[in-house]
């Protein structure tokens, strides 16, 4: 953690020569037989330092209700300084805390270290990936703790259309090197379409499975969202 400070204190003095910023908002309403209402609020600022450095924050807040009862309540807060060795591969360190209290997790620690390759990037189609080492500790609801080794493998891809949207998909490998029997996957899947001045319209499905969950709790969880995002 005190490496990941003194790179973003470096890099602070050093002065940022570009930025980006990312707000977005979603919501999920079900009535019927089931009454479910849900908020999703992130948002990723990125800055680039001397064409080599970059840096990505991240933050994001979830929660949920089921017939006026709380049912969902996840976060997670992330920092990812980034080394650029070409334009198109880089290495990276990431530290991140999160929670997801109706999964079991009072509290998880992520440490990273990676690197990331462009295969193809062109006007209309993108493909990289990632490979990392992950080290965590995790806390559950019940007390128990968990540090573990794990590989965090991750596939991107991004397709835009003339009319301005683009259909993104994102698959994440977690393999657990501590408990074999203990994998995750996760997979994301986004259309957006552009609204104009810098707003977009975004519909989502996100999947995760879990292996091995904690007790009592499913091995797959799946979310649909619609969303608005706001970006310069």
């Given at each position: ?94 530290n991140a805390l999160s929670a997801n209290r109706f999964s079991g997790i009072s509290r998880m620690y992520t440490s990273d270290v990676g690197i990331a390759h462009s295969w ?113």
């Amino acid at each position: 953690m005190k490496l990941i400070i003194s790179i973003v204190l470096t890099l602070v003095i050093a002065g940022a020569k570009a930025n980006s910023l990312e707000a977005e908002v979603n919501s999920q309403i079900t009535g019927g037989n089931t009454d479910f209402k849900s908020q999703l609020f992130k948002i990723e600022h990125n800055h680039t330092f001397k064409e080599k450095y970059k840096i990505s924050e991240s933050s994001m807040y979830q929660y949920g209700e089921s017939d006026n009862i709380r049912s969902l309540e996840k976060w997670n807060i992330k920092i990812r300084p980034e080394y650029l060795f070409t334009e198109r591969t880089s290495i990276f360190l990431a530290n991140a805390l999160s929670a997801n209290r109706f999964s079991g997790i009072s509290r998880m620690y992520t440490s990273d270290v990676g690197i990331a390759h462009s295969w193809l990037k062109s006007e209309k189609f993108e493909l990289s990936n990632s490979i990392a080492y992950r080290y965590s500790k995790e806390k559950q609801i019940d007390d128990t703790k968990i540090s573990q080794s794990k590989g965090d493998i991750v596939i991107l891809s991004k397709y835009k259309f003339k009319n301005l949207s683009e259909i993104k998909a994102k698959l994440t490998y977690l393999p657990n090197f501590t408990d074999s029997d203990d994998d995750n996957i996760n997979a994301n899947l986004d259309y957006i379409s552009f609204l104009g001045k810098g707003f977009s319209l975004k519909i989502g499905y996100e999947w995760a499975y879990d292996e091995k969950p904690v007790a009592g709790k499913a091995k797959h969880d799946y979310t649909t969202l619609v969303g608005l995002i706001f970006k310069y």
